[in-house]
């Protein structure tokens, strides 16, 4: 399910032979990898202020050069059992759009792993995977080096997200 | 790039324009109050002058042929040709409005011409008329001629006649000049005529096509100076002309046109064909819109408050430069001298936060100017005498603060004019002064700008507003209420006592609207009145919208920001008497009134025991008291308010989260959303 606003900005982007560049990151064990374009910057992970009266994957909040933004864990936004931060937990700085203009959103992972270049083509769009999160927030799927990548869609996962508790119906 | 020097020139114009017209309409008040000194009538010329000047230089022709008409009365008036008349003030200050209409449409780039606008022109005309007629009568001597005239044209600003010689050089055009545009540019200056000189135009044989051999006479009518009318030749005069600046003709045949005649000739060459249309009401929005756009985007400062910002600088980059002399010292560092630097270092910068803030403040003044005029009309229309007083105009505000602060103001005053003050008679049944008075009164009272509208009126009728109350159902008849409580019975929602609804007041909307919109703006307002005497209206706001003064305090490891302007007392538990009723939840005694009480812990979810909590904070918020437990105090500091929708989304409870000295984010408890999030799982106490 290819949205409207991602549509829009994957046609602006000139198209290599390579294809368009995806941030590749793991939770539980499992390749995820998101469109680059819309990550602003990888943070370590920090501190964070948590929001009272908040769903659990919700982490908080955070300051990011003077503006506050929200930190949501993609474990528990997909499902998956909570793990501690460690080492290599970093937090994805998702750049997105909504009606109030742009908006920074943090997203918690397990660890960055690799940044890939995928064809249009090499991602089959396919709803049925067997990766433990729930099919909606899924692109498609890839291949890369025989292992299994889960492209996911970022803008829906943060509007989703925020979404869920205001009551706002989503597009 | 030329239409943004333009676009830069007219936003200029129209801001300069605004305080003109502050300025004239400020003015004209007080000419109609029976002032006439020579200092008042100047300034009021010099203001509608300046609109008039700017207004013709950007092209806003209607706006500048309106003040032309306009400047004429007031020059008589300033002059002493004629006496201030009640009556032209009168016309003066409609033309005024028409002024701001013109502006607005201007602004929302209508061009049409307003429809007030050849109306108030022919009674603007009439009235210089009539005082001509009225002058020749008295005085026949003609205008140029009289003392008065030639006063004027030694002052700077006055309006009189020069003569302006201007021979160029043969060579003028060849080194890229053009008498054209500069004879035009003088013409442009006021109401002009031109001769033209032939004599030293050559044979035919003889002319050299890039020559110039003309000369021109400008006789010119205006207030330009001879420095003005020097600026434009600024380029030319030293090499590459003659020009003589005088007023007298050079051509001693000294031909003096009549006023009537110069305005008719100069209506016609400025005259657009009279477009027929009306302010439609479709523009309003329009209107507002771009004025609204014009309010946001400039802030005028004065350059003390500059200069005192550079002067800051200046001392920070000193201090910086001393310190950065120990760090790359080798040897033993002074701790003490270096401890004291940094010491002045901070002082520094905590003056350099202040001057910074102090930028977008401004003083009431600037809302407080507009209402002598809504008095004036108000009470003409209402019947009524009233005396409007102004203590404190000096107090600054923020500048958000202060616009969003006008149109509450503005229906405060309103409301008192209407139900608050008496008019003459039944005054003088109550045994007081016939006229009425309004206080206006601003002042600092610790952090907070708190201003209050007090009127010596009839005051509230108890009675009278819980019987309303009771009927719109805003009370139920068997709620006992203080004296206070039904006082302020008048900011709620839907709530109006005036039997018939008027255009100035009456229709329920409003106070409650003035209500939330100085809750907006993290202030109160509160109302209190003797009936029979007066009511005051006082209106608490902080000095800014962007930092606050906060109180740190945490739970449960967490800190959390909670405005001091809310904070009434903060008790330790054990002497707060915290009992918990049935059915009703927590509540303490304060002041011998019993306070619902929260425990932040448990109602934000926090982890750790429910109960747990040492502190009992006393927060007030719409003039309820409520008790919110906490764990402990940490500190009072200036937090800076960052919003939690840019990113995120409000979060009811919160005013938004501010970024700590260890660079951690702290959200800021906003404590009337807060009471109300809280009562509402608390049942109230009763």
């Known amino acids: ?171 | 790039m030329e239409d943004f020097d333009l676009d830069n020139l007219k936003e200029i114009f129209l801001q300069e324009c605004g305080e003109n017209l502050d300025t004239l309409e400020n003015g004209l008040l007080r000419m109609g109050d029976g002032e006439s000194d020579a200092d008042l009538l100047n300034e009021v010329f010099r203001a509608a002058h300046s609109i008039k000047g700017g207004a013709a230089t950007l092209g806003f022709s209607s706006l500048a042929e309106l003040t032309h008409h306009m400047e004429t009365l007031l020059d008589e008036m300033r002059s002493g040709k004629r006496n201030v008349h009640e009556e032209d003030v009168e016309i003066l200050l409609s033309s005024l409005d028409v002024l701001r209409e013109i502006l607005d449409m201007s602004i929302a780039g209508d061009n049409t011409e307003h429809a007030q606008f050849r109306p108030l022109e022919k009674k603007l005309k009439d009235s210089v008329a009539a005082g001509a007629a009225e002058d020749k009568a008295s005085d026949s001597e003609s205008e140029s001629d009289s003392p008065a005239t030639e006063e004027q044209t030694v002052e700077e600003d006055g309006e009189g006649t020069l003569y302006v010689q201007f021979k160029p050089y043969n060579e003028i055009m060849i080194r890229g000049n053009d008498p054209m545009l500069l004879v035009r540019e003088v013409q442009m200056l006021g109401d002009s005529e031109t001769k033209l000189s032939i004599e030293d135009v050559p044979e035919w044989s003889e002319l050299n096509p890039t020559h110039s051999y003309m000369s021109w006479t400008v006789e010119l009518h205006s207030d330009a100076s001879e420095t003005d009318i020097r600026e434009i030749f600024e380029w030319v005069e030293e090499f590459d002309c003659d020009l003589t600046i005088s007023k007298v003709d050079p051509d001693a045949a000294p031909v003096t046109t009549p006023v009537e005649e110069v305005a008719v000739s100069q209506e016609s060459t400025s005259d657009s064909p009279a477009v027929a249309s009306n302010a439609t009401p479709d523009d309003q929005p329009l209107k507002a819109a771009a004025k609204k756009k014009a309010a946001d985007t400039t802030i005028r400062i004065s350059t003390d408050k500059i200069d005192d910002l550079i002067n800051l600088v200046g001392e920070l980059v000193i201090t910086q430069s001393m310190l950065s002399r120990f760090s790359a010292s080798e040897s033993q560092v002074d701790i003490e001298e270096f401890q004291e630097r940094m010491a002045q270092q901070e002082r520094n910068i905590r003056e350099l936060q202040e001057s910074v803030m102090r930028v977008r403040m401004l003083p009431l003044s600037f809302a407080f100017n507009r209402l002598p005029r809504l008095v004036r009309d108000l009470s003409k229309k209402l019947e009524k005498k009233i005396e409007l007083v102004t203590e404190g105009a000096g107090t600054e505000l923020d500048k958000t603060v202060l616009e969003s602060i006008m149109d509450p103001l503005v229906h405060l005053v309103r409301n008192s004019l209407d139900h608050g003050l008496e008019g003459p008679e039944e005054r003088a049944e109550a045994g007081k002064p016939p006229t009425g008075k309004l206080l206006l009164r601003a002042s600092h009272q610790g952090g907070a700008v708190v201003i209050e509208i007090v009127d010596d009126g009839r005051g509230i009728n108890r009675e009278r507003v819980k019987n309303k109350a009771i009927e719109s159902g805003v009370i139920s008849a068997d709620d006992k209420l203080s004296d206070q409580e039904i006082d302020n019975l008048i900011f709620a929602p839907g709530f109006s006592t005036a039997d018939e609804v008027t255009d100035v007041s009456g229709r329920g909307v409003g106070m409650d609207v003035v209500r939330r919109n100085i809750a907006d703006l993290n202030g109160q307002v509160e109302i209190s009145s003797t009936p029979g005497k007066g009511t005051v209206i006082s209106i608490r706001l902080p000095l800014t919208l962007a930092i606050l003064d906060g109180q740190v305090v945490r739970v449960a490891n967490q800190e959390f920001i909670l405005p001091i302007l809310a904070i009434v007392e903060t008790i330790e538990i054990e002497h707060a008497n915290v009992a918990t009723v049935p059915d009703t939840g927590e509540v303490c005694r304060f002041r011998g009134e019993y306070l619902p009480v929260v425990r932040l812990r448990q109602l934000l979810e926090l982890p750790g025991d429910p109960i747990d909590g040492k502190l009992v904070v006393i927060v007030e918020s719409h003039g309820k008291l409520i008790g919110i437990v906490i764990d402990d105090v940490i500190g009072q500091q200036q937090v800076v308010i960052k919003t939690l929708e840019q990113n995120y989304k409000a979060v009811p409870g919160f005013a938004g989260a501010t970024i700590m000295s260890d660079g951690s984010v702290a959200l800021i408890l906003d404590p009337p959303s807060f009471a109300t999030e809280a009562i509402q799982k608390i049942p109230e106490a009763a």
């Open chain 1, 1 to 171: 399910m290819i949205n409207q606003a991602e549509a829009e900005v994957s046609t602006d982007i000139e198209h290599q032979e390579d294809g368009q560049q995806f941030l590749a990151f793991l939770l539980a064990n499992e390749e995820y990898a998101v469109d680059i374009l819309k990550v602003q910057e990888i943070k370590s992970w920090g501190p964070v202020t948590p929001i009272p009266a908040s769903p659990d994957y919700m982490r908080g909040i955070i300051n990011l050069r003077g503006t506050v933004v929200p930190v949501i864990d993609l474990r528990l936004r997909f499902g998956i059992a909570a793990k501690d931060p460690d080492l290599t937990t970093a937090v994805i700085i998702a750049r997105t759009f909504s009606d109030k203009g742009e908006r920074y959103v943090g997203l918690v992972v397990d660890e960055v792993a690799d940044v890939y270049f995928l064809n249009e083509a090499e991602i089959q769009n396919r709803k049925d995977v067997s990766a433990a999160i729930s099919g909606e927030y899924v692109q498609g799927l890839s291949q890369v080096k025989d292992q299994m990548v889960i492209v996911v869609d970022l803008d829906l996962i943060v509007r989703s997200s925020l979404a869920d508790f205001e009551g706002e119906e989503i597009e």
